[in-house]
T-cell receptor, first 109, second 113 residues
Framework: SQQGEEDPQALSIQEGENATMNCSYK?????LQWYRQNSGRGLVHLIL?????REKHSGRLRVTLDTSKKSSSLLITASRAADTASYFC?????????FGTGTSLTVIP | DGGITQSPKYLFRKEGQNVTLSCEQN?????MYWYRQDPGQGLRLIYY???????QKGDIAEGYSVSREKKESFPLTVTSAQKNPTAFYLC????????????FGQGTRLTVV
């Protein structure tokens, strides 16, 4: 399977703290993307980082990519209760999207 | 508003029945995908289509069938051959080209009764 893996599987933090989740994958990629899923809903795209990029920012989100280690991390700074959701990485090769197993984030008010 | 619509939101199937899940998009996207999500797990690819009248099997295609007669529509049929169909099904679409994001519908929760 080309499915990636996120860790930790679950993360619980206090509001205002930073949350970091990691993604490891196995194959070469065109880009890596992070998505958010609220319970029982579809996935929403957060950020895309290309294979030749090392770091990218979008608002409170910071993504890093290390293609030599086949890993990526997503940092959410100054977390809010509304950030509570599951977060998935997706590795993209051609038009194929391979989603990881997800990290369930709970932000405690 | 442009988007991708899945229906119904909830679907109940009796043992031995075929059911069809609808996925429609008005984003003019070329590629469409069906994923299955089981509780606490990631998404697994069932089928995908890059162009009208063409589709390919994903990792878990057994017991499922699809069609792509129109660019806007990519229905998924869960057949009686699928032994464990209870799951959350997600449809997605992407525009042509590399480095594009996927747009998802809100999902259909299928339960076997």
């Amino acid at each position: 399977s080309q499915q990636g893996e996120e860790d930790p599987q679950a993360l619980s933090i206090q509001e205002g703290e930073n949350a970091t989740m990691n993604c490891s994958y196995k194959t070469s990629i065109n880009n890596l993307q992070w998505y958010r899923q609220n319970s029982g809903r579809g996935l929403v795209h957060l950020i895309l980082i290309r294979s030749n990029e090392r770091e990218k920012h979008s608002g409170r989100l910071r993504v890093t990519l290390d293609t030599s280690k086949k890993s990526s991390s997503l940092l959410i700074t100054a977390s809010r209760a509304a950030d509570t959701a599951s977060y998935f990485c997706a590795t993209v090769t051609g038009n194929q999207f391979y989603f990881g197993t997800g990290t369930s984030l709970t932000v405690i008010p | 508003d442009g988007g991708i619509t899945q229906s119904p939101k909830y679907l109940f199937r009796k043992e031995g029945q075929n059911v069809t899940l609808s996925c429609e998009q008005n984003l003019n996207h070329d590629a469409m995908y069906w994923y299955r999500q089981d509780p606490g797990q990631g998404l697994r690819l069932i089928y995908y289509s890059q162009i009208v009248n063409d589709f390919q099997k994903g990792d878990i295609a057994e017991g499922y069938s699809v069609s792509r007669e129109k660019k806007e529509s990519f229905p998924l049929t869960v057949t009686s051959a699928q032994k464990n169909p209870t799951a959350f099904y997600l449809c997605a679409s992407t525009p042509q080209g590399y480095n594009t994001e996927a747009f998802f519908g809100q999902g259909t929760r299928l339960t076997v009764v």
